[in-house]
């Protein structure tokens, strides 16, 4: 079965630092898809963010990176230099092999600090 | 625009109405999933199709609930006899074959049973 645990139910951070927000997984499947997601209090879901099972790599996207440590099992994601419309909800997911089912952890949100 | 739609936006009905939701993918977009989001959680996978054929279910999806997309463009969601329980944000979601990582989610529908 796939898991996917965030422990930070809220962060805060100064406008302009970084901050690392907190994902582990568990899965048996030999090839995964991890994934961040952003939700604003709009509701909708914003991709951030993947990194395959298989990249040597950490994915990076502008100010967003993932720090895939694999023996650890996990994807922690680091948001540079954070601004005001960052403060949202973050949802860390995952992908089994099937790649239909998408896995998502119970969130951590943001408040990012002026 | 291009983005995926949902509606409406908002519904309230009371325990046992029936009730539907419709979703429309990115056009070009061949596969189509339905979420459900509770309060503090993060989405949870219901279903999923690609063009007309829905091809996997979760458990989460009693026979109270029945989705279609009978001409592989909009979806609908409906749900019998609801329950206080079945009260949730439901998320829509597309992508394509080719590109199965990424999901472009709607704005959701937020469902309140009373």
């Known amino acids: 079965a796939q898991k996917i645990t965030q422990t930070q139910p809220g962060m805060f951070v100064q406008e302009k630092e970084a901050v690392t927000l907190d994902c582990t997984y568990d899965?048996?499947?030999?090839?995964?898809?991890l994934f961040w997601y952003k939700q604003p209090s709009s509701g909708e879901m914003i991709f951030l963010i993947y990194?395959?099972?298989?990249?040597?790599q950490n994915a990076t996207e502008g100010r967003y990176s993932l720090n895939f440590q694999k023996a650890r099992k996990s994807a922690n994601l680091v948001i540079s230099a954070s601004q005001l419309g960052d403060s949202a909800m973050y949802f860390c997911?995952?992908?089994?092999?099937?790649?239909?089912?998408?896995?998502f952890g119970t969130g951590t949100s943001l408040t990012v600090i002026p | 625009d291009t983005g995926v739609s949902q509606d409406p936006r908002h519904k309230i009905t009371k325990r046992g109405q029936n009730v539907t939701f419709r979703c429309d993918p990115i056009s070009e977009h061949n596969r189509l999933y339905w979420y459900r989001q509770t309060l503090g959680q993060g989405p949870e996978f219901l279903t999923y199709?690609?063009?007309?054929?829905?091809?996997?279910k979760s458990r989460l999806l009693s026979d109270r609930f029945s989705a279609e997309r009978p001409k592989g463009s909009f979806s609908t969601l409906e749900i019998q006899r609801t329950e206080q329980g079945d009260s949730a944000m439901y998320l829509c979601a597309s992508s394509l074959v080719v590109a199965p990582d990424t999901q472009y989610f709607g704005p959701g529908t937020r469902l309140t049973v009373l």
């Open positions: 990194q395959g099972s298989y990249d040597q």
């Open positions: 899965t048996s499947d030999p090839s995964y898809g």
């Open positions: 199709f690609q063009n007309e054929a829905q091809l996997e």
């Open positions: 997911a995952m992908r089994g092999v099937t790649g239909n089912q998408f896995y």
